[in-house]
């Protein structure tokens, strides 16, 4: 379905043409929303300059030339040269009446300025944990978001490529190995890596500290490792399929989109690291700085002015983060063929990603069009306003705390009037619970911290994920108390204007998700979903549903809630929450 906004450029494309030339066709028409009025365009002032005209002149011309018939009422020119639009509410109704509402895909392609076009392939690189070690609180905003993006993006149209660059190679798998021929391959302190990967990590890391002959057999463990020794090999691929078991536990509880098919580890590159450093010393873009292989970006320097170096090869002739990361842009560009990348990364590595960014485009491996974005995450702050941990100033496990938030819910669950079968109650607890952890981070913007609150997540008011799975149960309890399902095909009329006000507000789906991919920014559809689940509020309250003036009006009051329903689990479903059937 066309958007709103897509709609409204097309036409002022028109006008601008026949009021001033084909050149000025492709000008942005800037439509924003408005107080005043739907929307407005804002055109005209900047203009003006250009055109050696006043922008309310400007504006006057545009409008004799501007084709809303049907549309929207006569526009007015406002202030110094605004143009006010408002829809009929005729058109709003036809529109909707038309149905697909949540069908975005089609009309991605008339997307506003920004959103790319539809059949883009979109890589996005989040989540990333580490093997044999837990994830924390500071995976779920990376996890959260990355994976509300993914979704969003193939509900565009997109094709989404989902890479989880988990850290399973390097320098501490050396000790993890020995330890595990130490504890033995099938023993429960191995097996428990997938319960409890800090445990076992804790414990290799305290005999590499203090027990010299184990940390030396690790070390040339390393070294076995990076030679591509068979057997060491074998063992490293045990640990890293006891980690697997254990990153699935939590992506199922977190109801993310991530599969074992999307692992792609910083091992993938092991063997492509050498001709990375050597296609960067070819270009002449590295030299030996102290020892070590470094690239100097341009424009990126020290505290004292000198350049700032990128070490993609140690002094000792081993590979980092840096090289690995710069490998990666390759394979995405080369292999992936990606359009757009996505880094959906902690915000203190930002300086690291554009300098990798920065070199990949000296390199001539980011070929023009193709975007390569950090999506930076926040931190997750504890009441003191630190990063969130345990008293003990640990990490705070991912897992204890999703598990707490579904406990909680099935507690206020408990206390609620509404009897639930022990198994519905589990699967709304979880709903509610895991829902409610994610909508919190995924409501603020992904770059800013926020304090992590458990009371004010599971809060059944405010811009809470329960008060809107609140909003989907309620519109499923008044469509079961509806006789039939004539109402499913009736025509919507939106004669009063808390109905026309609902209209237009689910009319902006489309608008907020081409946002959201332009910006990356899934915030904004947390707004969205909460100022429409208020609309429907307000619109409940002032017209009658079941028991309206008329079966007429009561069938398009019921359909018209209907679409909300839709609109709100489309939503909700891209930021990966499920609406329960009843609360």
């Not at 000790?175 to 409890?196: C, F, K, P, R, Y």
């Not at 536990?249 to 599969?259: C, G």
């Not at 504890?382 to 003990?392: E, N, P, W």
């Amino acid at each position: 379905m066309p958007s709103l906004t897509s709609l409204l450029n097309d036409r002022f494309a028109l006008a601008l043409e026949q009021s001033f030339g084909e050149d000025f066709a492709r000008r942005d028409p800037v439509i924003r929303s408005s107080q005043f009025a739907d929307f407005q365009a804002n055109v005209a002032l900047p203009l003006a300059k250009e055109l050696k005209s006043k922008p309310r002149d400007i504006a006057t011309t545009i409008v004799d030339n501007l084709d809303l018939e049907g549309i929207c009422v006569t526009p007015e020119i406002s202030g110094p040269g605004f143009i006010n639009l408002t829809f009929t509410s005729e058109f709003l109704a036809s529109t909707l009446n038309q149905g697909q509402v949540t069908e975005v895909g089609s009309q991605a392609s008339a997307a506003p300025e920004g959103a790319r076009s539809a059949g883009q392939r979109i890589v996005i690189d989040y989540s990333a944990p580490n093997v044999a070690k837990e994830m924390h609180v500071g995976h779920l905003r990376t996890t959260v978001v990355g994976d509300a993006l993914a979704r969003t993006h193939e509900l565009f149209g997109n094709t989404v490529v989902r890479q989880n660059h988990i850290g399973d190679w390097g320098t501490p798998f050396g000790m993890l190995i020995e330890h595990l021929l130490d504890v033995g391959i099938e023993s429960e302190t191995a097996q428990d890596i997938s319960a409890n990967p800090n445990a076992f990590y804790q414990a290799a890391r305290a005999k590499f500290d203090s027990d010299e002959a184990f940390a030396t057999r690790a070390r040339a463990r390393v070294v076995a490792l990076q030679g591509g020794d068979q057997q060491t090999l074998e063992l490293w691929e045990r640990l890293v399929g006891f980690s697997r078991i254990y990153f699935n536990h939590i992506y199922s509880l977190l109801d993310v989109t991530l599969t074992d098919d999307d692992l792609a580890g910083e091992s993938i590159y092991n063997d492509d690291l050498a001709a990375v450093c050597q296609d960067l010393e070819d270009k002449g873009l590295a030299r030996i700085s102290d020892g070590a292989l470094c690239v100097f970006p341009e424009g990126f320097t020290g505290r004292e002015g000198e350049p700032l170096p990128l070490i993609i090869r140690k002094s000792d002739g081993g590979y980092g983060y840096a090289t690995t990361d710069l490998a990666a842009v390759r394979h995405r560009v080369r292999t992936l063929n990606a359009d757009r990348v996505l880094y959906v990364v902690g915000t203190p590595q930002a300086m690291h990603f554009e300098m990798v960014f920065a070199i990949a485009r000296a390199a001539g491996w980011l070929p023009e069009g193709t975007e390569f974005e950090h999506v930076k995450i926040g931190n997750v702050l504890g009441d003191d306003g630190k990063i969130l941990r345990t008293r003990s100033g640990a990490p705070l496990r991912l897992a204890e705390l999703l598990e707490e938030a579904v406990a909680r819910a099935k507690t206020t669950l408990q206390e609620s009037n509404t009897e639930f079968a022990a198994e519905e109650e589990a699967v709304v607890a979880k709903a509610v619970g895991i829902g409610a952890v994610k909508y919190a981070d995924l409501s603020v913007a992904h770059d800013t911290s926020y304090t992590f609150d458990l009371d004010r997540m599971l809060a059944p008011f405010g811009n809470t994920a329960p008060y809107l799975q609140y909003a989907g149960a309620r519109i499923r309890s008044i469509l079961r108390k509806a006789d039939g399902e004539a109402y499913t095909v009736a025509p919507i009329h939106l004669g009063e204007a808390a109905e026309r006000d609902l209209g237009l507000a689910l009319l902006g789906f489309s608008d907020v998700l081409a946002d959201v991919i332009a910006g990356s920014a899934p915030h904004r559809l947390c707004t969205y979903l909460f100022d429409l689940a208020q609309s429907f509020t307000s619109f409940y309250e002032q017209c009658p549903v079941l028991i309206a003036e008329s079966a007429e009006v009561r069938d398009s009051r019921l359909r018209l809630s209907q679409t909300v329903l839709e609109v709100l689990e489309a939503g909700l479903g891209v930021l990966g929450i499920r609406v329960p059937e009843r609360m």
